[in-house]
């Protein structure tokens, strides 16, 4: 038995530990040969992922890797947002959501702050973040060899303004797509700047991806919600929680059922981070009525044909096939 092999059976050991002894795994590239045992079903054998890596993502559901992008590359993310934002380009699909309670914009003063560009995959920059080569290595680990890039956002979060609006509920991801099997999905989430508890950092509350998809909808706050930022309804308040921290450049990477959210900004500046969910491209389509899914599913139907005038019914499905987009190998299904 190799020493890596070796030590991958040892910390199989420790895959029962309580979530509060959880700290940050090393974020080392090191290449490692080893035959991973089946029962690490959240990762695929790649070489790139240390077996303490593995481990982490198996227990934890999430794992943060150091500078991985370029400080060049973010800032040509952050003009191609500013750009966006002063209205000088007109990107085909792209959702621009405003925070209900913030009246002043960023960089246009006539209009309500934007807090989040959703399916930026026609802006040839901002879609750039989908295809670097040193996240979609990682990104493979999780999905396999054929990726999809399925969902982007280019969260802009603003001072919250007294009412809270600026938080985002807990939630799971996995609730807004209707394709399978979840442990093939993966987001890549990147500090744009410094990101604390301050200015409202990711939250995350570990191992709640090895659950199943909760109940969600909109959280009744005395201060109103953001459109399409629904929570799960019941989850423990008293699991443990790790607030992701990041430096510029750093990114995590986190499964779907992952239960997370974000607090308050609570300085006076806009947080900024970019995102993208990938998934396998073998992954399949399911029909969510009469799940817990169905209510996302209406909202996501009656935008679409509102904004596109759309007078025949387009499926939720169909929402996700024509954003989705090939970034790696070969598009199977999706």
């Known amino acids: 038995m190799s020493r890596a092999a070796e030590r991958l059976a040892l910390l199989m050991n420790h ?11 090393p974020t080392s590239a090191e290449s490692l040969t080893c035959t991973p ?16 890596q593995r481990i982490f993502y198996e227990e934890n559901g999430f794992i943060l890797i150091k500078n991985l992008v370029a400080e060049g590359d973010i800032d040509k993310f952050r003009k191609a947002f500013e750009r966006i934002c002063r209205q000088e380009v007109k990107v085909p699909g792209l959702v621009v959501m405003r925070d209900v309670a913030i009246v002043k914009s960023e960089f246009v003063a006539d209009q309500k702050a934007v807090s989040k560009l959703q399916d930026f995959q026609e802006d040839a920059e901002l879609f750039r973040y989908c295809t670097l080569p040193q996240i979609l290595k990682y990104v493979e680990c999780f999905t396999g060899p054929d990726i999809m890039a399925m969902h982007t956002m280019l969260i802009n979060k603003p001072p919250d303004a007294g009412n809270k609006t600026s938080r985002h509920p807990m939630h799971q991801d996995l609730h807004y797509f209707p394709f399978r099997p979840a442990d093939r999905i993966v987001c890549s989430w990147t500090a744009m700047e410094k990101v604390d508890r301050q200015n ?27 459109k399409m930022y629904h929570g799960v309804r019941d989850y423990d308040p008293q699991h443990p929680r790790v607030h992701l921290e990041m430096e510029m450049g750093d990114t995590v990477f986190f499964h779907p059922l992952l239960i997370h959210g974000s607090g ?14 990938y998934a396998s491209a073998g992954c399949y389509y399911i029909d969510v009525e009469g799940t817990t899914q169905e209510n996302i599913e209406k909202e996501v139907e009656e935008i679409v044909t ?29």
């Not at 895959?15 to 795994?25: D, E, Q, V």
């Open 37 to 52: 045992p089946h029962r690490l079903r959240y990762s695929c054998d790649t070489d790139l992922l240390t077996p303490e």
């Open 264 to 277: 308050m900004n609570q300085t006076q500046g806009f947080r900024k981070a970019i995102s993208c969910h």
């Open 15 to 25: 895959l029962h530990r309580h979530p509060a002894a959880i700290r940050f795994a």
């Open 200 to 226: 409202g950092c990711l939250v995350v509350l570990p191992g709640t991806h090895t659950s199943t998809l909760q109940e969600h909808d909109y959280p009744q706050w005395e201060g109103g919600v953001n």
């Open 306 to 334: 509102k904004k596109y005038a759309f007078d025949n019914r387009i499926s939720f499905q169909d929402t996700w096939a024509f954003r989705g987009r090939l970034v790696q190998g070969e598009r199977t299904s999706l």
